[in-house]
Structure formats: structure tokens, C-alpha cells
């Protein structure tokens, strides 16, 4: 699933190509439309598809920015504020084309499943592979209450004492490190790979509690967080599996990971080991990561 830096890596790239232009029309693939039909929520969320479509017409991109693993794009139609969030879910991709047959992977093109038709001409694309990923058509963050609930940007000047209050709560204290700095409501943004790099820089076992941590090493811990991130998307993300950023770009992050995927450890050749955290595969060094 895409992190920060890879979201952060798509809307760095798409905000040129879209910002101050108009969506004239849009049409789905006749998966949503089935799906959509069926009950099931399928990419769209929150809003039939015909009242989605007709939403959207007519409306003019002011900006597009990122929030935690969310993209915001800010819109405006008759003087009337809107927000767009898109998640990527685990296979979402943006493309910016005159065509979709200028998709040039196919696993892409097939599963182009949303068509901004712009004003100006060409067309933004979404493209969902398995279809995880979602869209809500707001009139701002109140609309869906969740998006309330995410911790400050971890760029951010109170994301640090944010950190160390939650990590003290009773609901986070014995769990997990790793599960903890997953949590977008701890943490936005950290999730299964720049947690894992960032516990074994630190050598941090990724199943000791919150509580078993002392506040200084928290402290380092997050700032080493932050700065795994930075690196991230200095290098334009991890391109692991099916993430791509706008119009198939690839990152490079995936070639410095120290501890993601690894079968041995870098920093001393020991056999990695792995266990299911939050439903995740966390994988450590059990020499280096106490």
C-alpha cells in the first residue's frame, strides 16, 4: 500500500499537470457501475454513481494536496468550495493522457475504472488494479469524520508531542511499537515499510510495547521516522509491487531499504525473522533489534 512519500511522490507530479484546470465531464468502467449496483462500495464511495458524476462536472481544480496517505484535491464550482479525497488503496495510479490506450502498462490500462474528461482537452485517469482504493466527494473534511481523526503531519511542529501523548494512552501504551507508529491516528502516513526501516535503524524490536520505551528513545524513534520518510520522498517513493506515480514514474527508495524484504540482515548477516503484527508482516533482526 502506498505511504507518505509515495502519495506525497503522486501529488508532487500531478498538481502541475491539473491544478486551474476544469473537468467537463466524467464516466466509470462498467465494473464500478456493476459493482456499484451490486451494494458494494467500489472505489466510489459515499454517493451513488450517477450523483458522483454529476458532482463532479463543471468543477475547477484549485489545488491538490496531500494529507497523510490522502490526496486532497480542492475544488471549486459556482463559487461553492468542494474536496475530493482519493486514496490509492493498494494499486491505485493517476494518469494525466489524451488517451487511455497512452496507458502504457497494461495491467493499468485494463483496469481503468475512473475519466475525467478536462475542459481543456485530455483526460485524468484512474486506474485500480484491485480495486482498494476509494473516492468521496465532499464539501469539506467534516463530511466524513475520519478524516478528523488523523494525527498532524509529521513534518509538522506538534506531531512529536502528538506522538508522546498517544504513545502513553492506555490504548497504546502496551501495545506494540510497531503497531502504534502504524497508526495513522499516532503517526500519519508511517506504515508497514518506513516503520520497519525506521525500528531497525533504531534497533527496536517491532513487537516490544510502547510502555517498555523510554521517552528519549521515543523522541529518537520518531525523529528517525521523520527522517526515513524525507529520504523516501527525496527518492520518489518505494516502487514495490504495482505502485506507480502519475503516468507510471517509478521510484527508487525500494534500492536503499535496510530491513523491508530483507532475508538476511545487512548490518550483520543474521537471518531476518517476521511475525504478524496488526495484521502485517513485521520483519526484524533478531540479533540487532532487541
Known sequence: MPELPEVEGVVRDLAPLVEGRTVKQLSVSDTVVISKTAGKET??????????????????????????????????????????????????????????????????RKHAHVFLEMEDGGLLVYSDIRRFGEMRLLQAEEDFPPLLEMAPEPFSDEALNHFLSMAETPKYKRKPIKEVIMDGKVISGCGNIYATEALFHMKIHPGRSAERISKKRKVLLFEEIVRVLQESIDAGGSTISDYRSVNGNAGTMQDRLHMYGKKTCLACDTPTKSKQIAGRTSVYCPACQK
Open 43 to 108: 472505489i466510489i464511495k459515499g454517493k451513488s454513481v450517477d450523483d458522483f458524476l454529476h458532482g463532479m462536472e463543471n468543477m475547477q481544480v484549485e489545488k491538490i494536496v496531500r494529507r497523510s496517505k490522502y490526496i486532497y484535491f480542492h475544488l471549486m464550482k459556482e463559487n461553492q468550495p468542494y474536496l475530493l479525497v482519493s486514496h490509492l488503496g493498494m494499486t491505485g495510479a493517476w494518469f494525466v493522457v489524451d488517451s487511455p490506450d497512452e496507458i502504457t502498462e497494461e495491467k493499468f
